[in-house]
């Protein structure tokens, strides 16, 4: 059997973190058996689905690198195959039309509401064998019915969370289209999955109430049942539930906090699966190690610390050629163009392990192109009456140079220092302060040997 797994958003808001975490479990889990990874679009809710939101899903499975194999499909395309299996239905009696209105439903409802009571439909027009229907009222469009079973279970065996029972009693007829012949969710799903030959259905928790009603779909469609598997949702750092107003949600986001796509999805794998104690990893050892068997069943935290450690990493284990082509944009956003001189790919192999996402990185860079400007709480902690005629004084020991290197650099601070009669703290920190602006910086010796003798010479004679 050839393994088919599905990621099947909804096209109203952004990509959502725990979306791209079930698409990441689907996904690993085909990649593990040589199956197919399948992206859908469940673009029936015609009043909230955008084509904005289509792109924002797509233009996310871009951005972290998750390709599918079949797909984009789009279940607004797909509406003559759902009259199709809903006249077959009707025709083989496991649906059914109901002339219930509204009206009636809400009359209904209520009054089981005032009795504290669970509202579930009548079944007035659920045919049964020697029931006689009611007359069909005139002027009212009906909507299907999917015959639910009425007695017993549907249970099935949770890939993560194991044994799940659901009284059929708690179910009523759930309706399958809607008086204006538009498909429902739940059953569109069915006919999707049972289409596309879907084997594995990995998806949130909040689907499990879904399952026992398109598992009885399913199985007026046919006798192959799919494995599911529900994923436990992934709560803040406060253990509530992720908000896009107080918590980055959306995989742009994350793209704007300067988080590497690798590092994110190292997290997010992290998150509430383990192989051992490996934190750190790249998606091909994920997707080697990857099994439905070592997902916990419960929730998982939001740790944003733990991301930026790994982020901190993914940074480090990149070439610096590549970290170019990720700063070199953050950097024009800081009016920076020109980095040739010194060479971008220079400064970030001297800078790349003092940031832990590339927005920092990117401002450890600054300095190397402009100067910055420092604080008033480092001027004052670093910058005496001394500061400038001693900079002065040292800058005449640069100049006298003839090898301009870090090593021949740092050799001239031990016999300054002991020359002025001060400790290399009252050398070395005005020192940045004078020539970048800040006194947050690698060793001095490097980076005056990156920043070369004219543009420290330059900038020392303007203090």
């Not at 809710?45 to 984009?72: C, F, K």
């Not at 896009?244 to 959306?250: E, I, L």
């Not at 794998?269 to 080697?288: I, P, Q, S, T």
């Not at 600054?366 to 400038?388: G, I, L, M, Q």
Request: glycine share 6%; proline share 5%; with cysteine.
């Amino acid at each position: 059997m050839s393994i088919r797994t599905r990621f099947a958003p909804s096209p109203t808001g952004y990509l959502h973190i725990g979306g791209v975490r079930t698409a990441l479990f689907s996904w690993a889990f085909a990649k593990k058996h040589k199956g197919q990874f399948v992206l859908r679009i469940e673009d029936t809710d015609l009043e909230r689905s955008t084509a904005a939101s289509v792109q924002a899903i797509l233009d996310g499975m871009h951005w972290v690198n998750m390709g599918y194999d079949e797909g984009p499909f789009y279940q607004t395309k797909r509406f003559d195959r759902y009259k199709e299996v809903i006249a077959k239905m009707l025709a083989d009696g496991s649906a059914y039309y109901c002339y219930t209105t509204k009206e009636e439903l809400d009359a209904q409802r209520a009054a089981a509401e005032a009795n504290k009571q669970h509202f579930m439909y009548d079944g007035k027009w659920r045919p049964e064998a020697g029931k006689t229907l009611p007359a069909i009222p005139e002027g009212v469009p009906p909507v299907v019915r999917f015959k639910m079973p009425q007695d017993g279970v549907t249970a099935w065996d949770d890939a993560v969370k194991g044994r799940i029972e659901f009284n059929n009693k708690e179910f009523d007829d759930l309706i399958i289209a809607r008086a204006d012949g538009t498909p429902t969710y739940n059953f569109c799903v069915v006919v999707d999955d049972f289409d596309m030959n879907i084997t594995h259905i990995i998806r949130g928790d909040d689907h499990v109430n879904n399952t026992p009603k398109q598992i009885n779909i399913l199985k007026a469609l046919t006798d192959s049942m799919p494995v599911y598997g529900h994923l436990p949702m992934i709560l803040n750092a406060n253990g509530q539930k992720m908000s896009k107003r107080r918590d980055a949600v959306s995989v742009v986001d994350y793209d704007r906090q300067g988080i590497l796509p690798e590092a994110l999805l190292n997290y997010l794998a992290r998150l509430g699966w383990a192989h051992g104690d490996d934190e750190f990893f790249n998606m091909d050892e994920f997707v080697e190690w990857f099994d439905l068997k070592d997902v916990s069943p419960s929730a998982s935290r939001f740790d944003q610390e733990k991301l930026l450690w790994l982020n901190a990493q993914h940074i480090k284990a990149k070439s610096d050629e590549e970290l170019v082509a990720l700063v070199q944009p953050r950097l024009q956003v800081r009016d920076i163009e020109n980095t040739a001189a010194p060479a971008l790919a220079e400064v970030l192999a001297l800078v790349k392990d003092r940031a832990q996402e590339l927005n920092a990185l990117a401002d450890e860079c600054v300095y190397f192109y402009r100067k910055s400007t420092p604080t008033e709480e480092e001027v004052k902690k670093h910058w005496d009456e001394e500061a400038p005629a001693r900079m002065r004084r040292f800058a005449s020991q640069l100049q006298g140079l003839t090898d301009w290197t870090a090593e021949a650099i740092h050799d001239l601070f031990k016999p300054f220092c002991e020359a002025e009669g001060i400790k290399m703290g009252k050398l070395g920190m005005p020192l940045r302060l004078a020539v970048c602006g800040t006194s947050k910086t690698p060793s001095i010796d490097a980076v005056l040997a990156l920043l070369g003798r004219t543009e420290v010479l330059k900038r020392l004679s303007e203090i």
